[in-house]
């Protein structure tokens, strides 16, 4: 066992290398970087759509990198917003990593993107271990999932530096206790910024679109 | 990474090994053990609750082992049914493995349970790759995470006997295609069985536990 946990730290080690790398290309060419996660189903896709569309709109170049165990459905999806949007499939892989972010850049037209997007895989574990040069880290955590999920998934949440909580219009449907889930969220990470979001109705989109304006003037 | 590859493959070798030594005395003991997958919120813990309940009152022993990064709130919910159950946190860990069921098993009276429910960690990556020595793997999809789910986490749906859609009473507010959703589920597994079921109504919990009884007889 000893050796095995070595091993994957040392590959650890040179991925965050790798990163440091990407972020520091992503700077250079002035691209503002956000990796998404969550679990399946929060809702990643529809608000990469719905955000891509009206960022597109206000004359930004959007690329979405999207990656699924299968399928393309998410690219497909997205890609109706106007936006550029490659599929990484990872066959199994629980998470994204670099060398997958690196080989799916060849396939946009990256070095003129205002923004780019890495809709990571839906899995509040694993992705939280691996750093892909981005700006900033956003978690996705739907109503329909209950308030405790920033408590049992600590590590996700901790390191993300803006969470959504979304599917907003269902709140009363499931009777979300926003109070509790803002205490849970706040008590795994002080830090972090809070936004709640329905792609569906699109309520709370515009002000989170101005606050993540000011988070890429900040990083310029 | 060659060398990773072959140590991993090696645990897993042996922990097959283990989990067939723990079916074997599942088995001499008349224990019926289900391993219950989900993404983070489907209801697992919800519905075993309201399930334990239900078989407590039919005199069934229910024991019930909950996995999770962090936290004793599943454990401490199920309890409330009247099941024995104890609560294992995975520190990081993504799924359970054999040895720590074995470890949880020595804080029940397990020898004495009719039924024996693991409730994995919430993760549609990871689980699906560690038998746990259990009669029946099921994995919860909620109406709320959308259709497409069995199509990108094709390994989970792949392994488990029976998959539940779960907060059926939601289908509505959320606009759930239970046609389409069949069809990606049936696509990917087409030997498993399916049951729509709400815990907060109740519908279709008895038509379920009926089921279950067939199962367990089954297995004797």
């Known amino acids: 066992m000893n050796n095995t946990i070595n091993i994957n730290k040392s590959i650890l080690s ?3 290398q790798q990163a440091k790398l990407l972020e520091e290309e992503f700077k250079k060419n002035n691209i503002f970087v956000i990796n998404w ?31 699924d165990l299968a399928t ?21 892989n629980c998470h994204l990593e670099v060398n997958m972010i690196r080989k799916a850049l060849n396939h946009l037209n990256w070095l003129s993107l205002d923004y ?3 809709e990571n895989v839906g899995n509040l574990v694993c992705p ?6 981005e700006n900033l880290r956003i978690v996705l955590m739907s109503v329909t ?13 901790n390191s993300s530096n803006i969470c959504i909580i979304s599917k907003f219009d269902l709140k009363d449907a499931v009777n979300f206790n926003q109070e509790v889930a803002l205490k849970n969220i706040i008590s795994v990470n002080p830090d972090i910024r809070i936004f709640t979001l329905s792609s569906k109705t699109q309520v709370g989109l515009k002000e989170f679109i101005v606050e993540l304006a000011k988070y890429r003037m900040i990083s310029e």
Chains 1, 2 share one sequence.
Do not use: W
Request: hydrophobic letters at 35%; charged letters at 20%; glycine letters at 10%.
């Open 116 to 118: 780019l997007f890495i």
């Open 14 to 16: 040179d991925h965050d």
């Open 145 to 157: 999932e209950g308030e405790d999920k920033p408590l049992k998934y600590p590590s996700m949440f």
């Open 72 to 92: 393309d459905n998410d690219a497909q999806r997205i890609k109706i917003s106007g936006a550029q949007a490659y599929q990484i499939n990872t066959n199994g």
């Open 37 to 67: 996660v969550s679990s399946p189903g929060a809702g990643k896709t529809e608000l990469l759509s719905v955000l891509s569309k009206q960022l597109i709109s206000l004359n930004y170049k959007i690329g979405v990198i999207v990656g």
């Open 128 to 133: 939280a271990n691996f750093y892909l040069g």
